[in-house]
T-cell receptor
């Protein structure tokens, strides 16, 4: 069965620092993988997706993610975090969009 | 245009009321979804419509009744809800069943 694990419930970074949010998946074949961001009380916005091909995927708002089959991971990165990046981040897998538990990002000034 | 709209934004209803949530997309997507999201939790899939036919019902209680009148509209009819049904209800759509989904802003439902 498809499943996603986000090991970090809450991460705090300083503004301008780099960011990496972890995502591990369990899936029988090459998965479809997604990262979404959600601000409080809002819907989810797609940051990026991986279906096949180049394992380094560029997304919106300066985010990127790398698919590593050997580690069953799809970690999200950003080189320099802005205060507006504070939100909940969800990794998801598969056509029926099974979500991880989410990682809440706090940005310190 | 990647917009999914949902109405109303907020809804307060008593346990004996009947109400409906509405969702609309004009991207030509043929799959539409309802999710329920409790505070500090990920969205939980409730229903999937594919080509206007219900293809997945994730064991949702019958007090929630989905309807897909056409390829652009998705409704969720609510009746005799319980306080624990209070949540953010999200609608999403995708081109096909395995593509990325685009989410609406949600309806914040409070059951009193």
């Amino acid at each position: 069965a498809q499943s996603v694990t986000q090991p970090d419930i809450h991460i705090t970074v300083s503004e301008g620092a780099s960011l990496e949010l972890r995502c591990n998946y369990s899936y029988g074949a090459t998965p479809y993988l997604f990262w979404y961001v959600q601000s409080p009380g809002q819907g989810l916005q797609l940051l990026l997706k991986y279906f096949s091909g180049d394992t380094l995927v560029q997304g919106i708002k300066g985010f990127e993610a790398e698919f590593k089959r050997s580690q069953s991971s799809f970690n999200l990165r950003k080189p320099s975090v802005h205060w507006s990046d504070a939100a909940e981040y969800f990794c998801a897998v598969g056509g029926d969009m099974r979500f991880g538990a989410g990682t809440r990002l706090t940005v310190k000034p | 245009d990647t917009e999914v709209t949902q109405t109303p934004k907020h809804l307060v209803m008593g346990m004996t009321n009947k109400k409906s949530l509405k969702c609309e997309q004009h991207m030509g997507h043929r799959a539409m979804y309802w999710y329920k999201q409790k505070a500090k939790k990920p969205p939980e899939l409730m229903f999937v419509y594919s080509y206007e036919k219900l293809s997945i019902n994730e064991s949702v209680p019958s007090r929630f009744s989905p309807e897909c009148p056409n390829s652009s509209l998705l409704n969720l009819h609510l009746h005799a809800l319980q306080p624990e049904d209070s949540a953010l209800y999200l609608c999403a759509s995708s081109r096909g069943r395995s593509g990325e989904q685009y989410f609406g802003p949600g309806t914040r439902l409070t059951v009193t």
